[in-house]
């Protein structure tokens, strides 16, 4: 069998139609994964080089950023917290209220201390 320029085909109509329509849903196909390919790798590529330029910077406060890395939040102890407790009236979470022991007030409700709330009580 010779094949040239001149050589016919028999094939149907529908059948070629559905060759072109595979062919053409095919490279569609390719180039929309190839696209989405290229879209993440670039990306990729911004992020790191991103998180590069990042990483080669110092914190802008770093006596705040040492402070906070050389403190123990479960012990709310070291630098950091005591930034927070410097110039504090103290007490809540962190206890730090000073002496509790100390006179009781002179007027209002509780003036006359522990004693004066047992005075109230009736013995049964």
């Known amino acids: ?3 040239n320029d001149n050589t016919n085909i028999s094939l149907p109509i529908r059948n070629l139609v559905a ?3 595979a062919v ?3 490279v ?6 190839e696209e989405r ?3 993440l790798e670039t990306a990729d ?3 790191a080089a991103d998180l590069l330029k990042k990483a080669e910077q110092e914190p802008k406060n770093l006596e705040f950023y040492d402070a906070i890395t050389k403190s123990n939040f479960r012990t709310k102890t070291g630098p950091y917290f005591d930034r927070i407790r410097k110039n504090k009236a103290g007490g809540g979470l962190l206890k730090q209220a000073g002496d509790r022991s100390g006179p009781p007030p ?6 006359q201390g522990l004693q004066g709330l047992l005075n109230r009580v009736k013995k049964i």
């Open 1 to 3: 069998m010779k094949i």
């Open 28 to 33: 569609w196909a390719y180039f929309g994964v």
């Open 24 to 26: 053409a849903l095919g």
């Open 45 to 47: 590529t911004l992020f």
């Open 106 to 111: 002179e007027s209002g409700p509780n003036s």
């Open 37 to 39: 390919l290229n879209k």
């Open 19 to 21: 060759i072109i329509g």
